[in-house]
């Protein structure tokens, strides 16, 4: 059994930054892939980061490359999604996730696997 909790969300203003971190209660943490997903308003849920095990391969989508970074400590039990330069179309509720499958990252981001854990998410909104 996993445990996942969301933090760090909250209001900024569009071109800010915000880093959100999860806090994993798991006994072997540090053998499992994480990713963040989020779900805006009205729109379907939208798998925007993975990463490894071990944090040697990340992947992402389209839409957030080259702005946002995600990233583990596994001595902490934690993952972070840093995000820079924010946009008000990132505005949604982001979600921590967790496998213990560890497929490759893009499996996941592309939609090929799914992930068998889930925070309960954290508002992220982005002002114009």
């Known amino acids: 059994q996993v445990q996942l909790v969301e933090s760090g969300g909250g209001l900024v203003q569009a071109g800010g930054s915000l880093r959100l971190s999860c806090a994993a209660v798991a006994r072997t943490f540090s053998t499992y892939a994480m990713g963040w997903l989020r779900q805006a308003p009205g729109k379907e849920r939208e798998f925007v980061a993975a990463?490894?095990?071990?944090?040697?391969?990340?992947y992402y989508a389209d839409s957030v490359k080259g702005r946002f970074t995600i990233s583990r400590d596994n001595a902490k039990n934690t993952v972070y999604l840093q995000m820079n330069s924010l946009k008000p179309e990132d505005t949604a509720v982001y979600y921590c996730?967790?496998?213990?499958?560890?497929?490759?990252?893009?499996?996941?981001?592309?939609?090929?696997?799914?992930?068998?854990?889930w925070g309960v998410g954290a508002l992220v909104t982005v002002s114009s």
């Open positions: 990463i490894s095990w071990s944090g040697s391969s990340t």
């Open positions: 996730a967790a496998d213990f499958r560890d497929a490759l990252p893009e499996s996941y981001v592309l939609g090929y696997t799914t992930m068998n854990y």
